[in-house]
């Protein structure tokens, strides 16, 4: 079973750029999940959708994320415009359905924000 | 604010040892306590998981001891592998919604 693929893995930007990042989560998995994991602390829930409805998004700074989820499946997370503090790594996770005891995750997105 | 509470920040242990994560918690909704193993470069993996109605699980070398009175539960490693080496968080949930994690632990196991 293919696992929760993200891209890119790297990313450098300036402060003020904006940038995207892209999920395909595990095939047949209905709720996806952005986490936001800021070096030396714990995977920090940004938001999370229910096929392609947002379950959860409280803890996302909408000023400058946003996050969609085309047809039930993929997802994007974009921030425009980057602040330095959002320098961290992003996951993507995908449970199986609504809640997800089990969260599998990708391998992230490193961001760098100069 | 920080949900769960995790110590130590890392901590060394020798092959064939134990190893001791500890987690605090203050919301007592919390009902489903998961830890995850983090490879550096890697997305955490879930490696173990309890609920509240039991104190002890465990599967193979890792098990979790739960302490619902004190609002606590710990992950020990037991006889500590050099490829245990990675990162531990570990989390809780009101039934599996909005998973709150720890600062994580650092485990290196020396061989």
């Known amino acids: ?114 | 604010q920080q949900q769960v509470k995790q110590s130590p920040q890392s901590l060394i242990v020798q092959k064939g040892g134990i190893s001791i994560i500890n987690c605090a918690y203050e919301n007592t909704a919390f009902d489903y306590f998961p830890w995850y193993q983090q490879f550096p470069g890697k997305g955490p993996a879930l490696l173990i998981a309890i609920r509240p109605d039991v104190s002890e699980k465990k599967e193979g070398r890792f098990t979790i001891s739960f302490n619902k009175s004190a609002k606590q539960f710990s992950l020990h490693i037991m006889d500590s592998q050099p490829g245990d080496s990675a990162t531990y968080f570990c989390a809780a949930s009101i039934g599996g919604y909005k998973l709150s994690f720890g600062a994580g632990t650092t485990v290196t196991v020396r061989a």
């Open chain 1, 1 to 114: 079973e293919a696992g929760v693929a993200q891209s890119p893995r790297y990313k450098i930007i300036e402060k003020r750029q904006s940038v995207a990042f892209w999920c395909n989560p595990i095939s047949g998995h209905a709720t996806l999940y952005w986490y936001q994991q800021i070096l030396g602390q714990g995977p920090k829930l940004l938001i999370q959708f229910q096929n392609n409805g947002v379950v959860d998004d409280s803890q996302l700074p909408k000023d400058r994320f946003s996050a969609e989820r085309l047809k039930g499946v993929d997802s994007t997370l974009k921030i425009q415009p980057a602040k330095l503090e959002d320098s961290a790594v992003y996951l993507c996770a995908s449970s199986l359905d609504f809640p997800g005891y089990e969260q599998y995750f990708g391998p992230g997105t490193r961001l760098t924000v100069t």
